[in-house]
Structure formats: C-alpha cells, structure tokens
C-alpha cells in the first residue's frame, strides 16, 4: 500500500517537470509575478497533465488484450522513451527558455500545456498495462503539476534557471527507474 503511494506520488512528481520547467522559464520572463497569472498556468498545466494520462489510458485499453505477454515490455520502453527524454531535453532547453514570452493568454499557453503533456499521454499507456488506479493516478498527476506549476512562477522570477535542470534530469530519472522495477518485477527478479 505505502510502496505505492510513493509510486503515485514519484510518477506525479516526475511527470510534473515539463510543466515545472517551463513553469520557470515563464517566471523568468516576468518583472512581477500575479496571483492570477500564477494560477492560470496552475490550472493550464495541471488540467493538460491529468487530461492526457486519461486519453492515452482509453486508446491503450482498447488493445491491451492483444498485448498482455508483452505490456511489462512496453511499460518499459515507454518510461525509458519518456525518462530519457527528459533528461535529453534538459540540456538542450536553455535557447528554447530565452525565447519563452511572459504571456500567460490561451493562444501562448494551449501550446506549452499540449506540448508538455505528451509525455503524460504515453504515461496513460503505461497506466493501462499497469495494475493502478486511474482516478488517484490521475488526479495526482494533476493536483502535483498545478503545484509545481504556480511554485515553478515564483521560483523562476526569484532564482532564476538554477533548478530548473536539475528538476528534469531527476523526474527522468525517477521514470527510468519505475520503468526498471517494472520490468524487473514481471521478469521474477522483483516480487510483485
């Protein structure tokens, strides 16, 4: 039970980074930061992470009978895929942050919240080769991102991009690792 609570939470946790990243990259753009501005990109962020999981989730279920003698593998390949990634991109983001806009309207913000969510979409896959709960995984996903998201605001205009790579290495890091321990359970080596 507590094992995976901290799953749930360490999956919320590192799928959030995207949105934290980007998060402050945006508060780095600003001279001051508003509530309300703070709580759009809460809300951009954290609906986008807890809409796609869903989205994936059903497109997955609808072939996982087909692939049940494999899923461990796929749950595998898609964290790794998604884990990599990340740590992938937080080298490559610093000229894409200098160019973020300090805007937080629909037509600057439905792309970053897409953008970012794509990952959750694969995660939702995962989700539904996985034996979890949909709505707690889902809603964590979601409550976590928003979070993140309004503390990534402040942090980005009062510290800068210190933590920002650092933020994503460890959520890839996290997600190579579940997607080993997955894979080790369903190949013996770990106990369910």
């Not at 792309?111 to 694969?122: E, M, Q, T």
């Not at 605001?153 to 933590?163: D, E, K, L, P, S």
Request: charged share 10%; hydrophobic share 55%; with cysteine.
């Amino acid at each position: 039970m507590i094992a995976s609570i901290v799953q749930t939470v360490l999956i919320s946790l590192s799928m959030a980074m995207d949105a934290f990243a980007i998060s402050i990259g945006k508060g780095l753009t600003v001279t001051r930061v508003r509530a309300t501005d703070a709580m759009k990109t809460g809300l951009w962020f954290g609906g986008f992470q807890a809409l796609f999981p869903v989205i994936g989730y059903f497109a997955a279920s609808t072939f996982a009978s087909y692939v049940t003698a494999f899923d461990h593998w796929i749950i595998f390949g898609l964290l790794a895929f998604i884990g990599g990634n990340m740590i992938h991109e937080a080298f490559e983001e610093e000229e894409e942050n200098s160019k973020e806009t300090a805007q937080f309207d629909w037509k600057h913000m439905l792309p970053l919240a897409v953008a970012c969510s794509i990952d959750a979409f694969a995660m939702g896959v995962s989700f539904a080769f996985m034996k979890t709960n949909l709505i707690l995984q889902v809603t964590s996903i979601g409550v976590i991102t928003a979070i993140l998201s309004i503390a990534g605001i402040y942090i980005g205009r009062v510290f800068g991009a210190r933590w920002q790579k650092p933020a994503q290495i460890a959520g890839g890091v996290v997600l190579l690792l579940i997607g080993f321990k997955v894979l080790l359970e369903h190949l013996g080596f770990l106990a369910l």
